[in-house]
């Protein structure tokens, strides 16, 4: 067995060392054509050919490097063979290791901190994966057994024997605030302090974030992801000046958010606090979200999230304090919440208002739009006008 197996802990996938045994050279599920379509020899580096079309992705590119890294090493270290020799059973096995990865001094990073990829305290995993996590392991590595079969890099898809049968959808989503629940999150972000020039950006970025995610029912990638360049007006059919913000979003897919006039109020008192113009310059490139201080750079997706987490916080805390039986039920469920149930939500809110369900679909761009539909300015105007009636902040 090879060194590697010796190790006291797995490392990162770029510090791998494999002998010719594990590296994947002569891999028994290797393709046995004559015409490969990538250069690659070894598994890491048809790694690195299917992980090289997501490089401008940096949140893709990340997620799928530690699903494809984490199969790897489990390969070299667990069983002693290469990623290019894993059969179906092999498969099945690593699932329920996903579920709770042992040794655990072996693959889980000490509690406390995230590791840095560089320091030998880092782990493939931080725990064991929830139900949801391992589905979406499962679903990424079945893309990238896919992607070299194609290739030719491998003969066959270890994977293709496991395709379950399709969950049915949950009847109603659960994961959203009701709207006391959404009133106690906008009364603790409207009481936070803003004595201090520091307190008072903290404020208003909240504020503005909360906002957006709120009335657009953006993702947080979109939100780190696009720029208030992406901002622009038109006058509609009725003679009316209207805001619209673009931005590109899942899938690399480009969709328009009626900006309301909420919203649009919301942006200039954050751009007047960073000491911007109230409204965008076309082609501006200033984030739609900025750090506090003078720069004016793009904050990171753990950030952003870190800021949502700690206002829902603040906002247990206030429930908590009234004393109310039901009180501990209620904190314990917005500490559970994240970032994307403010997405959840938005469209609840805008169904529960009797908004066109197309309208929902687009503002969430849960379909893509087609190509003709830049042409439609009078649907997008109706659009506009049932969100601006029907779905309020109400600050």
Do not use: C
Not at 44 to 62: H, P, Q, S
Not at 96 to 110: C, I, N, S, T, Y
Not at 292 to 316: D, N, P, W, Y
């Amino acid at each position: 067995m090879s060194k590697l197996t010796r190790l006291m802990a797995p490392v990162p996938i770029e510090s791998l060392d494999l002998s010719e045994d594990l590296d994947g050279r002569n891999g028994s599920n290797r393709g046995t054509g004559t015409h490969p379509q990538i250069a690659a020899q070894h598994d890491v580096d048809a790694l690195r050919a299917w992980l090289a079309r997501f490089a401008d992705k940096k949140t893709t590119f990340d997620s799928y490097r530690k699903e494809a890294e984490r199969l790897l090493l489990w390969s070299v270290v667990e069983l002693g063979k290469p990623l290019s020799s894993l059969i179906h059973e092999d498969l099945l096995v690593y699932q329920r290791f996903l579920a709770d990865p042992q040794p655990a001094e072996h693959w889980v990073m000490k509690t406390g901190r995230k590791w840095a990829r560089s320091e030998p305290e880092w782990r493939p995993f931080a725990g064991p994966l929830a139900p949801t996590s391992q589905r979406q392991a499962i679903i990424i590595l079945n893309s990238l057994f896919g992607w070299l079969v194609h290739a030719g890099y491998l003969a066959g898809n270890p994977l293709s024997l496991s395709r379950q049968r399709q969950r049915k959808a949950q009847p109603r989503i659960t994961r959203y605030l009701d709207q006391d629940l959404w009133q106690a999150v906008k009364t603790s972000i409207d009481s936070m302090p803003r004595e201090t020039d520091r307190e008072r950006q903290h404020y208003f970025r909240v504020r503005w974030l909360f906002s957006l995610l709120y009335l657009t029912g953006m993702r947080i990638s979109e939100v780190i992801g696009n720029t208030m360049g992406g901002f622009f007006g038109r006058t509609d059919t009725d003679g009316e000046h209207r805001w619209w913000l673009e931005i590109v979003g899942k899938g690399d897919k480009t969709r328009i958010l009626p900006a309301t006039a909420e919203l649009m109020i919301e942006l200039a008192r954050f751009r007047r606090e960073n000491g911007l113009t109230p409204y965008p310059l076309a082609g501006e490139s200033t984030p739609l979200l900025l750090p506090i201080g003078s720069k004016q750079r793009a904050m990171t997706r753990s950030a952003v999230h870190l800021i949502v987490k700690q206002v829902f916080e603040s906002a247990a805390r206030r429930i908590e304090d009234d004393g109310r039986i039901e009180s501990t039920e209620r904190a314990q469920r917005l500490r559970a919440a994240s970032a994307h149930w403010l997405r959840h939500t938005a469209g609840s809110n805008m169904l529960s208002a009797a908004m066109d369900l197309r309208h929902v679909r687009d503002n969430l761009g849960h379909e893509s739009i087609s190509t003709t539909s830049k042409y439609l300015h009078s649907e997008d105007d109706r659009r506009h006008k049932d969100t601006e009636e029907k779905h309020r902040l109400a600050w």
